[in-house]
């Protein structure tokens, strides 16, 4: 099906503008990225509309990818381990977190923890997206690691406790994404842009 749905865009877009075949493997690539994307994110949905917690899934979700749009993180080589990842962080994380009671105490302790992870590795690279040694480096790391430092700050002061919980699970799950040991366990390249330089 992913096959069709690539083949159909990329014949309707080739359709109307003349474009070379390095244009159109950069068209492929972006086309699957999305349609990747919009079907991971349909199944999340599906599966938090079952279980009743779609609105948190989306708020972690967008309160997530606010942190990655700056400190990247590890992508998953296949489809089905991305899937399998992403229902994890998204759908298990806030479900058994949104049903526990969680102490200030442990929020700061874990949150500077994850804060300390993302100011260390963040901006963290991959493979295909090599990111060199730049003040656009150097922006991204200060960016997320003063957002966590905001999720956190709101997450300990406001009197919410699934929305201090969803920002919480947004720093951990950041925090995990960059890390370097969770590339060595999925036999990840890291600092990719060193294979550049």
């Known amino acids: 099906m992913k096959k069709a749905i690539l083949n159909l865009s990329l014949e ?7 474009y070379s075949e390095e244009d159109l493997n950069k068209l492929q690539y972006g086309l699957e990225g999305l349609y990747l994307t919009i079907s991971k994110v349909i199944v999340i949905l599906i599966l938090s509309i079952i279980l009743g917690i779609c609105k948190e899934v989306i708020l972690l979700l967008l309160l997530f990818n606010f942190l990655r749009f700056f400190g990247f993180g590890v992508h998953a080589k296949k489809s089905s381990e991305c ?53 656009k480096k150097l922006f991204r790391k ?17 009197n919410n406790n699934t929305l201090s919980t969803l920002l919480f699970l947004a720093i951990i799950i950041e925090s995990i994404f960059v890390n370097p040991l969770t590339y060595k366990v999925l036999n990840q390249p890291y600092n990719n842009y060193k294979s550049v330089d």
Do not use: H
Not at 12 to 18: A, D, Q, T, V
Not at 142 to 158: E, K, R
């Open 83 to 135: 899937l399998i990842f992403s229902t994890i962080c998204f759908v298990i994380f806030p479900l058994a977190f949104l049903n526990i009671q969680i102490s200030k105490l442990w929020f700061l302790s874990i949150g500077i923890i994850c804060t300390i992870i993302l100011f260390l590795f963040a901006p963290a690279d991959t493979e295909k997206r090599p990111f060199p040694k730049t003040k």
């Open 142 to 158: 200060i960016m997320t690691t003063f957002l966590s430092i905001v999720y956190l700050l709101i997450a300990l002061l406001i």
């Open 12 to 18: 309707f877009i080739s359709k109307y503008n003349n």
